[in-house]
């Protein structure tokens, strides 16, 4: 297709086409730019020059339409909105955009650039979601109160791939402006203006008809291949939506390609790819399809790429597609989204059934020990609580994704747990192998990754991204550590007494032999060290020298829940609305009063 020079699009049948040039006016505003500004109405006056005709009307009543809440948008969002509407302009050139596929493609390459340099700068895609919503309010607005040549099939655009959130503000929008030309432009009964008018396919967008659909998944169920064909009235060449969804990442999308390559060609390689992983294509229906993309895309808003994602151009590609491939997906399976359905399938009482069987299973005839038996629900839990995924599910990713990452940040246990890892996993995976049915060279490869997994283990277990909870349990014995009440009421009665290291004081702590520490580097686990924080914070309150032994007697007694009187009173205390630091005080005064006498203290701490 000829392309205007201002425009330059890489062309590759096999891929989405994409836009060259980046919103690079916007670079590093998404990280100045807060969502939380939403809801601030515009001041009188600001609205910009008056509009004539039913174009004033649009803007005088756009406020009540649903999605239309008016904004004050800060400088970067404002810029933003104006280099949105800057590759949006395109869409008026009928000889650079001359057909509805092209109309959509470019489209949605516009807004997925947003999301994709949001996600590289830190911002998450839910929050890059907000702020790509408000930017598109402010371009219907902008085009609202000025109706250039480009106007009504920018709206247009809008209308069928914006968020559901400003869809029907923009369509609103649009078929005001329609109206103020007394024809919808484009029309075939002449009204519409021969210069300046909207473009031809304006009346063909996301008006496609659904073909075959076709899935496949790999060898362990981890990742689900999704292809959907499409084709527009009186069209001969369809175009599909191709997706990859992550099973083992909250069921999110992990590659999205819009493509008008042949579809039978296609078809060829993903059913070459199945052969090769075990497993075969199969067709299934519009809804099953459209459900696994319409789900799929909306996890991957809520929780982003996976663990350790690749950010470079098969993640563009991504963001690039996520405004088509939703409205094609709607197409398929109207209604809404479902996201995080393993939580739902799998409460707590089924996870702990499911781990009741395995430890009745011959694989599990060797875990005997509380800490080994109490390792399944840890991983049970890491599966549905932090990837999203179903506990029964087992293959590499899964087992990199808990072992690696999340059984580390997660397990609140003693350190001494780790040990008992291997041992309960191996056995874990096996039984869940045979449960699932998996072939013998499934089985051979999910064991090479295994013990590749469990030799980073130990690294990820005991390294800086541990779970720091873990150093407030190492005293426990083994059959404290594993019941959960027992841990859950030693946590917060310590947390209470040691703050976690995130919430420490500055400054520096200078050690017997001159090295010094800060306190976040402090190990709670160790007396002298709890002894050192506690003297820190006291200090960086300005309590005097004279009474630090006070306060770190009453942290010593409150770790140790000896006498148990000190706790229920700080309990009391707190419940009551007082500060952690003026309870710490008032048991530090009743210490000091009362500290000789054991019987006399602890009756004075019943009666705080």
Known sequence: APLNPSYPVIVSRPLLPRIARRLTATDGMLGRVSPKSRGRKVKAGSRGRRVRGNAAQASAGAATRPGAARRSPSSARSKFADALLDQLKVLGDPESVPSAFQAEVATSVVLGNMTEAGTKQGVKPEATRELLVEAIRHVVEGLERHTPPYAYPVLQALAVLAPPEVVEYAAEA????????????????????????????????ARVTPGACYVTEDEFGETLAVRCEFSYAGSAEPHCVFGVIDRAWHGAVTTLVVSDEPGD????????????????????????????????????????????????????????SLAMASAR????????????????????????????????????????????????????????????????????????????DALPRAAIAPDRFGKA?????????????????????????????????????????????????????????????????????????????????????????EESDGSRREPSELDAAVQSDRTLITVMEASARGVSQQRFPSFVTVVQQLWDSDPPEVWEAAWRLRDAGRSRDWVLDRLARTWDAHGGDDERYVAALKEL
């Open 174 to 205: 649009a078929a005001e402006l329609a109206g103020d030309r007394g024809a919808r432009p484009g029309a075939d009964d002449g009204t519409a203006p021969p210069a300046g008018g909207a473009p031809p396919w304006v009346d063909d967008l």
């Open 421 to 509: 890892v291997p041992q309960a996993v191996r056995a874990w995976t096996d039984w869940l192998a045979e449960r699932n049915k998996l072939t013998d060279r499934s089985r051979r490869r999910l064991g090479f990754s295994l013990r590749a997994t469990l030799v980073r283990f130990a690294g990820a277990w005991y390294g800086p991204g541990a779970q720091p909870l873990r150093r407030y349990l190492e005293d426990l014995n083994d059959e404290d550590a594993s019941t959960g009440d027992v841990v859950n009421a030693v946590i917060e009665r310590r947390v209470f007494a040691v703050p976690l290291p995130v919430e420490r004081v500055d400054g520096l702590a």
């Open 265 to 320: 060609k296609q078809l060829r390689r993903m059913a070459k790819d199945a052969k090769r992983k075990g497993s075969e294509v199969r067709e299934v229906s519009h809804a099953e399809a459209g459900g696994l993309l319409r789900d799929a895309i909306a996890s991957f808003w809520k929780y982003g790429a996976g663990p350790g994602a690749d950010l470079g151009e098969r993640y563009g590609l991504l963001c690039s």
């Open 329 to 404: 997906a709607a197409v398929l399976a109207p209604g809404a989204a479902v996201t995080d359905a393993a939580a739902e399938r799998w409460p707590t009482e089924a996870r702990r059934a499911l781990v009741e069987d395995f430890l009745a299973s011959p694989q599990a005839a060797e875990l005997r020990d509380p800490i080994a038996r109490k390792v399944p629900h840890m991983l049970a839990m890491c599966c549905v609580g932090h990837l999203g995924c179903e506990p029964v599910l087992i293959g590499p990713s899964v087992l990199e994704r808990v072992l690696v």
